[in-house]
């Protein structure tokens, strides 16, 4: 049993408790705590609560997350690319088009099922039986860096980092259209869509800060290539912000224009570079992947014209 402790503040007061620990508990769905809830695993100043309870500010919450079941998802002999590893953790540059956990319709193939064999099994249990060792994760058609844990106790300082905002993390992007200005920032909180809630949207409902940094890395006139720097890690942030501006991401399926350029498979954005503190050693690593190959394809049909 791995419990977890938090503090309210009077601020907090009003808010229902399931919601409070999704967007203070990394890694766990709303879902998940509330089938804690129902089982008796959160309490407030030493009460179990349902997951309706309405928090009153200045209480000790107590999260028990049951340990991880035997994982179902069988390990699997795929390649990876690791830019790093040791006892505590590796760094994956994640190719596009690879799902990073298993979920319905993608129970095999993906990153965890090549962990578990690269791995033999050493991975953190904190995100659960689907997601072992996922510190965080990027979208399936998002190329570039992921950090991996390979026990609880890296697994919850890398978690704090990000929480904290201290993760250096660093994406290259192709959006549409043109900027007046070399570099800006996006502040613009993050929520799910109302209308479709598949989708996140800028919002100020029921959203949490959302902060991007950009630099004009070289335009094109009709595309810009750029370089993102994420603040914060909502979900489909970068594709959101940009969205938001009036410059998506090109190929994005999602938050893009309804003629897709199909030939990108997904949208072009890649995670590439990431740095943090070591968990143990603390000593601040970074890393950079090139770009890939779909990108530099790309990037080549733009100045050859052969994109408008």
């Given at each position: 049993m791995n419990e977890q402790f938090?503090?309210?503040?009077?601020?907090?007061?009003?808010?229902?408790?399931?919601?409070?620990l999704c967007e203070n508990a990394d890694g766990l769905t709303r879902s998940a705590i509330q089938r804690?809830?129902?089982?008796?695993?959160?309490?407030?100043n030493g009460k179990t609560v349902a997951k309706n309870y309405r928090l009153r500010g200045g209480e000790e919450i107590l999260l028990r997350v049951p340990d991880a079941k035997p994982l179902d998802v069988l390990p699997q002999n795929i390649p990876v690319e690791i830019l790093y590893e040791d006892d505590d953790l590796l760094v994956v540059n994640k190719p596009k088009g690879m799902v990073v956990h298993p979920a319905?319709?993608?129970?095999?193939?993906?990153?965890?099922?090549?962990?578990?064999?690269?791995?033999?099994?050493?991975?953190?249990?904190?995100?659960?039986v689907i997601r072992p060792g996922i510190v965080h994760r990027i979208d399936k058609d998002t190329s570039g860096l992921l950090i991996v844990a390979k026990n609880d106790f890296s697994h919850s300082m890398l978690a704090e980092?990000?929480?904290?905002?201290?993760?250096?993390?660093?994406?290259?992007?192709i959006v549409y259209g043109g900027f007046?200005?070399?570099?800006?920032?996006?502040?613009?909180?993050?929520?799910?869509?109302?209308?479709?809630?598949?989708?996140?949207?800028?919002?100020?409902?029921?959203?949490?800060?959302?902060?991007?940094?950009?630099?004009?890395?070289?335009?094109?006139?009709?595309?810009?290539?750029?370089?993102?720097r994420l603040e914060t890690g909502r979900t489909h942030q970068i594709r959101v912000h940009m969205a938001y501006k009036g410059h998506p991401v090109a190929g994005d399926p999602v938050y893009g224009p309804k003629k897709v350029i199909t030939s990108l498979r997904g949208q072009c954005l890649h995670a590439?570079?990431?740095?943090?503190?070591?968990?143990?050693?603390?000593?601040?690593?970074?890393?950079?992947?090139?770009?890939?190959?779909?990108?530099l394809q790309f990037l080549n049909s733009i100045k050859e014209g052969k994109v408008r």
């Open positions: 938090y503090l309210t503040d009077e601020v907090d007061a009003g808010e229902r408790i399931d919601k409070w804690f809830c129902e089982s008796g695993g959160v309490l407030a319905p319709g993608n129970w095999d193939g993906t990153l965890v099922n090549a962990l578990l064999y690269h791995c033999a099994g050493r991975l953190s249990s904190i995100n659960g980092q990000i929480k904290e905002h201290s993760f250096t993390r660093i994406y290259n992007a007046t200005e070399l570099e800006g920032t996006v502040d613009a909180p993050i929520g799910r869509n109302p209308s479709d809630r598949k989708k996140m949207c800028v919002t100020e409902k029921n959203a949490r800060k959302a902060v991007t940094h950009y630099s004009v890395r070289e335009p094109f006139g009709a595309f810009t290539d750029l370089v993102l590439r570079t990431i740095g943090f503190v070591h968990p143990r050693t603390g000593a601040y690593l970074e890393f950079t992947s090139e770009l890939p190959e779909y990108y």
